[in-house]
């Protein structure tokens, strides 16, 4: 049988199995039971037991798992829930499996009724501890690791909990305070100081603020955010990934996913019970008709020449329903100015709104004579619903192509902090440096694994080759750094190894199963397959090691796939057939060269330093509610702290400028020519871009391709 038949029997099988899921629930229950709960855990289940990459039974250490993972979800911080409430919830510890395969959400309907309780009296807890002052003579501790803080025995416990949280918010605040006042007092003698317990009241009073305003956004909340954290409790308990998205959470993936939207171009922040103006996206139908500004308020929205609503005190995602739209219809926005407090109806016509910190970008920059281009990939980005929209690889092509006309002698790719995308461009931005061949193998539960190939055997760019990864460099961007690696196409540059992201997921519609069903019923993200390299290996846990490690602040920290709870483990499947291209003749050389200097560089050795400080820092999680012990603390602290204070303060001798094309663009928009300015001013001052440019500056191709069969 042939690849591309396995290929087309896989997708086959894994639809024909999603659909005959769909066929049974129309037969089990009724479509128009209002019960949109029990619909979701029915469908939810079965696509997951079917479906999942991994074989799981619904058992009682699967129950055991939700149990933990929903308590948890509601209750992070252990402030609402004690012992007593976890002996009642305990009856359910392992029933809950048996409850889901019945399509009954009792645990969920307990624990639930018995949190909203706890949210309400929390506010009276609050409210009561911070009327009055705390005694900060006292000798006690707290302990933040609420992973390993046991729940409270009771009520009483429980309200000392709040206490010495409230405490520790307060103490933070006066610490601040004091610094701030002295420091001015340094600077004017006659500046008129405030006592300890006139700056405790007013910490007090900042700490009850910021209680009050979460609350608010607490009680916004509705049923379906909280069920959507149970459901969330169930399909995490398949692995890390898995997630299930209501129909808002679908709606942002949607649009981060193609890096764009429709709407008027602005995001909004909630300050109180007022939507506020925090950004205009450069280009967008509100920077362009230009009456909105940044602090900005607004009061009223009105579609067109309807009525205007009143939105004042709406909850922030309902606000923003109302001003987005389609492209070409009007929305009139009563606003109340930030200059002067006057108001104003502004009308503005929805467009298309593109998210350009989404998309590719460039730059030259000049060392030792000759040019190099870097290219800034955030993420690999696709428009699932319009093939002829922009993604990642069509404008990846075009940003090779206008930085050759500029005759640039290597490429630096900026794969930092990309957590990857779709799957398809990465492929094909790989296909940009082979001529031909597989790139990344994938694998369904089960099944032998499929190698899916660049199919076009033109080489975009065939000169040198850099790329730069940390991290939180993850999935797509490990494939495309990992087929590089084993091509010998580029030299990998960055933190000790990727982020380990090694799986496939699937977003699938779950009105796919219930297509009479009115409301939207969200969506769930699904691992559905794992990646494995070229060479065989799974980035999966591993990631991709960098053939030149720099330390970075990450370099000791709990980080990554391998320290998620649930992760799938790493395996290997054999080989693909590939040929090397074997770029460089001297790769060893240059790899050699930048680990001495790295080595003898004494701002790395800081940063290196710097890292494992974190790392002890990270690890002690205990705090002094004493004033003088915290005080002596924070101070032996920022004494410590400033040994690193110069850590990351570096400055090169390059200058970095926008390619030829984008120059027209820049006089246009000051927005965009500001965020150029500012993008290059900190490549300058980036030692890991330095770096990257010495290795990119040094690499020496072959007279020709010599190529290595595997």
Do not use: C
Not at 157 to 182: A, C, F
């Amino acid at each position: 049988m042939n690849k591309k038949n396995k290929i087309s029997i896989s997708i086959l099988a894994f639809l024909m199995l999603i659909t005959s899921v769909s066929f049974q629930a129309n037969s089990e229950i009724n479509i128009k039971d209002p019960n949109k709960d029990k619909i979701l855990i029915y469908v939810l289940k079965n696509i997951l037991t079917r479906g999942h990459f991994v074989v799981k039974d619904m058992n009682d250490d699967f129950s055991e798992k939700v149990y933990k993972n929903f308590i948890d979800g509601l209750d992070p911080s252990k402030r609402y829930f004690t012992q007593e409430d976890l002996k009642e919830f305990s009856t359910f510890k392992y029933e809950i499996d048996n409850q889901l395969l019945k399509d009954d959400v009792s645990f969920y309907n307990l624990v639930y009724g018995r949190f909203s309780e706890k949210i309400k009296d929390a506010k009276s807890y609050y409210a009561d501890i911070l009327a009055k002052s705390f005694n900060f003579n006292k000798n006690e501790n707290i302990d933040v690791d609420y992973d390993n803080v046991p729940f409270a025995n009771n009520e009483s416990e429980l309200i000392d909990y709040w206490r010495k949280q409230l405490k520790l918010s307060t103490l933070s605040r006066i610490q601040d305070k004091l610094e701030k006042q002295e420091s001015k007092l340094k600077k004017d003698k006659k500046h008129k100081t405030k006592s300890f317990k006139e700056l405790e009241k007013e910490a007090r009073a900042e700490v009850l603020k910021n209680m009050n305003e979460l609350y608010l956004r607490i009680e916004e909340l509705e049923h379906e955010d909280w069920f959507s954290t149970f459901l969330n409790s169930v399909v995490g308990a398949f692995d890390p990934h898995t997630t299930y998205m209501a129909p808002r959470i679908k709606e942002r993936f949607d649009q981060d996913m193609s890096g764009k939207l429709e709407g008027i171009g602005a995001r909004l922040l909630k300050k109180g019970i007022y939507t506020e103006i925090f950004e205009l996206v450069s280009g967008g139908p509100a920077w362009k008709q230009g009456d909105l500004e940044v602090g900005d308020i607004i009061l009223e929205v009105a579609q067109g020449d309807e009525e205007p609503l009143d939105i004042v005190g709406m909850r922030l995602d309902d606000a923003i329903k109302f001003i987005k739209g389609k492209k070409g219809t009007e929305v009139r926005l009563t606003v109340k100015k930030k200059l002067d407090g006057s108001t104003e109806i502004i009308s503005i016509i929805r467009d298309v709104v593109e998210l350009e910190e989404t998309f590719v970008k460039s730059t030259i920059v000049e060392k030792n004579g000759k040019k190099y281009g870097l290219i800034d990939l955030p993420r690999f980005y696709i428009d699932f619903s319009d093939s002829n929209a922009r993604d990642s690889a069509k404008d990846m092509e075009k940003e090779i192509e206008r930085l050759k006309s500029e005759n640039v002698s290597g490429l630096l790719i900026d794969l930092r902090n990309n957590g990857g995308g779709s799957l398809k461009t990465a492929i094909e931005i790989a296909g940009l440096f082979i001529t031909e061949g597989p790139v990344v193998q994938v694998k369904y539960r089960g099944q032998d694994p499929v190698v899916k190939n660049d199919v076009d055997p033109k080489m975009q760019w065939d000169g040198s080759v850099v790329v730069l990864v940390n991290e939180l460099s993850a999935s797509a961007s490990e494939i495309f750094a990992a087929a590089m690696q084993d091509y010998g196409r580029a030299v990998i540059i960055g933190g000790n190894q990727t982020y380990g992201k090694g799986t496939v997921q699937s977003v699938i519609p779950i009105n796919n199963f219930y297509p009479k069903f009115e409301d939207d019923l969200g969506a769930i993200k699904m691992t559905i397959q794992k990646f494995y390299r070229v060479n065989g290996g799974s980035t999966q846990i591993e990631g991709v090691y960098s053939d030149i490690a720099m330390p970075d602040r990450y370099s000791y920290m709990k980080f990554g796939e391998r320290d998620l709870e649930g992760a799938l483990v790493w395996d290997k499947v054999p080989q693909a057939k590939y040929t090397q291209t074997n770029s460089y003749q001297n790769f060893s050389e240059v790899v050699n060269n930048s680990k001495e200097r790295i080595a003898n560089n004494p701002k790395f050795n800081l940063i290196n330093d710097y890292a494992k400080w974190l790392k002890k820092n990270q690890d002690n999680t205990s705090f002094s509610l004493n004033y003088k012990e915290f005080s002596d603390d924070s101070k032996k602290q920022e004494n410590s702290a400033k040994k690193y204070k110069t850590a990351f303060e570096y400055k090169s001798n390059l200058t970095f400028n926008s390619p030829k094309y984008e120059l027209p663009s820049l006089k246009k928009d000051s927005i965009l020519e500001q965020k150029r300015e500012d993008w290059h001013k900190n490549l300058a001052k980036d030692v890991y871009v330095a770096e990257a440019l010495n290795v990119l500056s040094e690499l020496k191709l072959k007279d020709g391709t010599q190529i290595v069969k595997n």
